[in-house]
């Protein structure tokens, strides 16, 4: 199996505001989506509760929760652990958050699959871990556009 954590990442680590993502990048969206579909993707019941239609189409939906036992949609254990352990040997898994999730996940990650965004929010209330022990494996940088309020880049890390 392998583990991926995905996210979009500021240059302070920031990742959400009041449950909800700070940066809004068309591109980003649909990486996160290329990546993802026909996968399992992993994430916390606030991040489930912040997605605008649910469960996501076209992938396994696993929700953490230790208060909730039904999501619609969705597979829910109560630990990390066990949610990895109903995952298949050749699955590609991908945490999708929130900071929390990321903390469990970064000990047994493969990958991170990082979106780097050339800004620092005035405000947020969610971080990324650090991931300075990581090492490049892959890099393509974006500049802004019209599209794009900053530049990005997709980083992917490994160990």
Known sequence: MNINIIAA??????IGLNNKL???LPNDLKRFKALTTGHTIIMGRNTY?????????????????????????????????DALKSCKADEQVYIIGGARVYE??????????LTEVDDTPAEADAFFPDYSQWHIAYQEFHPKDDRHDYAYAFVDYVR
């Open 22 to 24: 700070i940066y809004w």
């Open 9 to 14: 990442v500021a240059k302070n680590r920031a």
């Open 49 to 81: 509760l912040s997605l605008p239609k649910g469960a996501l189409p076209n992938r396994r939906n696993v929700v953490l929760s230790t208060t909730l036992s039904e999501v619609p949609g969705c597979d829910v254990y109560a630990s990390l652990d």
């Open 104 to 113: 469990q996940a970064m000990a047994v990650a493969d990958r991170l699959c």
